[in-house]
């Protein structure tokens, strides 16, 4: 089972604030993803990687921005918060090949007041 | 313009009978298919996956079954188990470079004892 880590789980904050959600996986995986999702709508994609120094935007816009220094990290930033931002932020990590399933952290959920 | 659509936002199954969740796409380049599980404060669990060139797929009491013609899948679980409940996600996978999963709304299904 793939080891994926989020930070904070649970994130209340008030609007203009800087953030920064934390991921990090240890199973060596070199594709690593964001997706967004609000209570009873399907995960959207908002960033992406292939490696390191590789990062991509997904389908659906975003605010935020992403990095990937190190294979094992893939922090998101959200430079002033705002209320829109409110939602549900996973992040998953994959091995490269077409098959390969991508394995989810548990998530956080990120208020803005 | 949803490329994956799960209609049945609910499913209520007796412990012991089946249970069959149904999705249907629109994107016919789609080169694998996955369903996940998701417990309530969980990321997704990935589940099992079919490839496009298959119309079978088994893993013990899980089976996905794959019909390209009528761009439809569905997942059987026999016997549904009360640790089945959970929302399930069926995720259709893009190669062409970007192998991103573009995920249906979920179906949450609820075994009775």
């Known amino acids: 089972e793939a080891d994926i880590y989020q930070t904070p789980r649970y994130l209340v904050i008030g609007t203009g604030k800087k953030i920064t959600l934390e991921c990090s996986q240890t199973?060596?995986?070199?594709?690593m993803y964001w997706y967004q999702q609000d209570p009873g709508m399907e995960l959207h994609l908002i960033h992406y990687s292939y490696g390191v120094n590789s990062t991509e935007k997904g389908d659906l816009s975003s605010e935020s921005t992403v990095s990937r220094i190190r294979t094992e990290h893939f922090p998101l930033t959200l430079e002033s918060a705002r209320p829109s931002h409110t939602s549900q932020y996973l992040c998953?990590?994959?091995?490269?090949?077409?098959?390969?399933?991508?394995?989810f952290g548990d998530g956080t959920r990120l208020s803005i007041l | 313009d949803q490329q994956v659509k799960q209609n049945s936002p609910s499913l209520s199954v007796q412990e012991g009978r089946i249970s069959i969740l149904n999705c249907d796409y629109t994107?016919?380049?789609?080169?694998?298919f996955l369903w996940y599980k998701k417990y309530p404060a969980e990321g997704p669990t990935f589940l099992i996956s079919i490839s496009s060139i298959k119309d079978k797929n088994e893993d013990g009491r899980f089976t996905v079954f794959l019909n390209k013609s009528a761009k439809h899948l569905s997942l059987h679980i026999v016997p549904s188990q009360p640790g089945d409940s959970a929302v399930y996600f069926c995720?259709?996978?893009?190669?062409?470079?970007?192998?991103?999963?573009?995920f249906g709304k979920g179906t949450k299904l609820s075994v009775i004892p």
């Open positions: 994107n016919s380049m789609f080169d694998y």
């Open positions: 199973m060596g995986h070199d594709k």
């Open positions: 995720a259709g996978l893009s190669g062409a470079g970007s192998y991103q999963l573009t």
């Open positions: 998953a990590s994959s091995e490269y090949g077409e098959s390969g399933p991508q394995h």
